[in-house]
Structures are given as C-alpha cells and as structure tokens.
C-alpha cells in the first residue's frame, strides 16, 4: 500500500479512520504524537528528544523527523504507513520529502480530511461518557436507546467534552490557518485529494478506499 498522510482539523474523526485502514488494510499508523509521547530513550535518536522534552523543551522538526525514521526503520514500512500528525507546516513537507528520498520510500497520497465548524463542533461537543464502564456516547452520532442511561451497564451518561465552543472555534481556525500553506501547497501540484468527514464513518472510509482502489 501507498502511504497516506492524513491532515485533517480537529473532530473531522482521523483517528477512527485510521483505525478502520489499520484492521482493513494492516497499515502502520504512525502518530507523531504518540511517537513523542512513548519516546524510547534507549535509542540514539530516542534519547535526544528524551533530554529536550524532559528539560522543558520544544522539539524542532529535524529531530521529529529523525525520530520518525528511526522508528521506520524498525518496521516493514513498506507496507504502507498512516502519518498521522506529521506534517503542518512546509518545512515538515521537505523534510518529509527528504524521509522518502532516504527510505526510498513512495511519497503516497495526501488527504485532507473536510469538515465545516459547525459539525465538527457539533461532534466535538456532544460527547457523552457513561460515570461506571466509560463507554462513550454521542448526544447525535450514537445515541444510547434510553436518553441518559448506557446501554451496556445501565450506568450514568454525563457529559464529556473536552472544550466549550470559543476553545473549540479557536483550536479549529488556528489548525486550518496553521496548514492551509501546506493543503495550498499540495493543491498546486495536483496532489491534494479532499474527502468530505460524513456522519457515518463508512462513507467517510469509502470515499478513503476509493483513493486507494485508483492506485
Ligand atoms: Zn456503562
């Protein structure tokens, strides 16, 4: 499989999606964010971003990238990898670039996942979380059969969101602005393929897997 870089604003349900080419398609999902988070400090690379990120630090981009690799090369990449995460900005598209020059790896496909404000913030901010088991609920999206109740243990839904609507609108349009030089950047080569966030995640997989049956 080719590789996908995923870029998509907040709610717009990348991680579902990922999940669903992961089990369809045995990808690699490579979140960057992870990858930052569970770093292993007993690699070369792992332990530069332990010591930045442990003083307090920002880690720059060549070393995300460097990091990045190393864990590529760990795995059978040519398999076909999610990046999840990994490019925002035009300096992380060159040294993405530059990644698939070293690995000799194809560039693969760059989808933008589409959603309006309003219905990702109408995802974002109905979520629903049952108080005994965790299972997760959504006041439009998933309802459970009895308002208020889980379906699976009976429990208590209360309400999950993470953020209310101005924190939700500004981490949104600050995204969007962050990466429109990067969507601009692949619209301009022809190489952006948009596909549109649909209420039900199959059709968004669909419009995912059409991509990918043209290859
Ligand atoms: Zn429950």
Known sequence: MKNIIFVAPPAAGKGTQCELLVNKYGYHHLSTGDLLRNVDPSTEVGKKVHEVMSSGGLVDDELVFSLIKEHLLTLDYHK???????????????????????????????????????????RSLGRLGCSS???????????????????????????????????????????????????????????????????????????????????
Request: glycine share 6%; proline share 2%; aromatic share 8%.
């Open 80 to 122: 076909g990898v999610l990046f999840d995460g990994a490019i925002r900005t035009l300096k992380q598209v060159e040294l993405y670039d530059q990644l698939c020059v070293d690995l000799n790896m194809d560039r693969g496909h760059v989808i933008f996942i589409n959603i309006s404000e309003e219905r990702a913030m109408a």
């Open 133 to 215: 088991c965790g299972k997760i609920y959504h006041k439009v999206n998933m309802k459970p059969e009895v308002e208020g109740i889980c379906d699976v243990c009976g429990g208590t839904l209360v309400s999950r969101d993470d953020d209310n609507e101005i924190t939700f609108k500004n981490r949104f349009n600050t995204y969007l602005e962050k990466v429109e030089p990067v969507l601009d950047y692949y619209r301009n080569r022809n190489e952006l393929i948009t596909v549109e966030a649909m209420d039900n995640k199959m059709d968004t997989f669909a419009q995912i897997e059409e991509v990918l049956n043209n290859d």
